[in-house]
Nanobody
Framework: QVQLVESGGGLVQAGGSLRLSCAAS????????MGWYRQDPGKQRELVATITSGGSTNYADSVKGRFAISRDNAENTLYLQMNSLKPEDTAVYYCNARVRITTLLYEYNYWGQGTQVTVSS
């Protein structure tokens, strides 16, 4: 079983910064693509940013230039540096990972439990 545990959320004023972390643990062969998603109550979960195992990144237009996704493959940890935060960034942020449990190519999809980010105006 694989566990993803997020941390770093909280309350911040508009214009401030937060850094989210997501630590992966358990028994697996490799972590492939990982990403951050967010969800407001009553809305669909939306992509924030993704990163491949090789470091290629992709961002939602709404966060480009403000957020930076990174990963430490040796520590099996994913990060999201969030700068110039806006009230509309308020949401629960979820970590996602595509995981190869064995040497077989099949990937399993895992989610963390989420961490609340609240940006006050």
């Amino acid at each position: 079983q694989v566990q993803l545990v997020e941390s770093g959320g909280g309350l911040v004023q508009a214009g401030g910064s937060l850094r989210l972390s997501c630590a992966a643990s358990g028994h697996f062969f490799s972590l492939n693509a990982m990403g951050w998603y967010r969800q407001d109550p009553g809305k669909q979960r939306e992509l924030v940013a993704t990163i491949t195992s090789g470091g290629s990144t992709n961002y939602a237009d709404s966060v480009k230039g403000r957020f930076a996704i990174s990963r430490d493959n040796a520590e099996n940890t994913l990060y999201l540096q969030m700068n110039s935060l806006k009230p509309e960034d308020t949401a629960v942020y979820y970590c996602n990972a595509r995981v190869r449990i064995t040497t077989l190519l099949y990937e399993y999809n895992y989610w963390g439990q989420g961490t609340q980010v609240t940006v006050s105006s």
